[in-house]
Nanobody, 126 residues
């Protein structure tokens, strides 16, 4: 019942910035907590950030704290990931995901999320 489409990826030099967007469908978008994950070449998918349905609660992985910021605009059904001070190790396919559960087992676990977008590629050059 939820479709997610990421956009905003591309090629950027180290130290630069990008803002990713995740557009969601459905009238109940604001009831879903949303997360961002990423998967680098040859590595497992890892948690990046999460935001509550209302937007009042945010959580960021240690690797991106102080550099990335998750936010949302429920009026537009969009979740954002602002990425600053990008590093080559940030290179990955970035995915947004929706959590429809009323119970949180583990925020950083992929299993917590029910719907996923197709991903957008971010490449950070040295």
């Amino acid at each position: 019942q939820v479709q997610l489409v990421e956009s905003g990826g591309g090629l950027v030099q180290a130290g630069g910035s990008l803002r990713l967007s995740c557009a969601g469908s459905g009238r109940t978008f604001s009831s879903y907590a949303m997360g961002w994950f990423r998967q680098a070449p040859g590595k497992e998918r890892e948690f990046v950030a999460r935001i509550s349905g209302s937007g009042s609660g945010t959580y960021h992985a240690d690797s991106v704290k102080g550099r990335f910021t998750i936010s949302r605009d429920n009026a537009k059904n969009v979740v954002y990931l602002q990425m600053n001070s990008l590093k080559p190790e940030d290179t990955a396919v970035y995915y947004c995901a929706a959590d429809s559960s009323t119970f949180i087992l583990r925020r950083a676990s992929q299993a917590q999320y029910d719907y996923w977008g197709q991903g957008t590629l971010v490449t950070v050059s040295s």
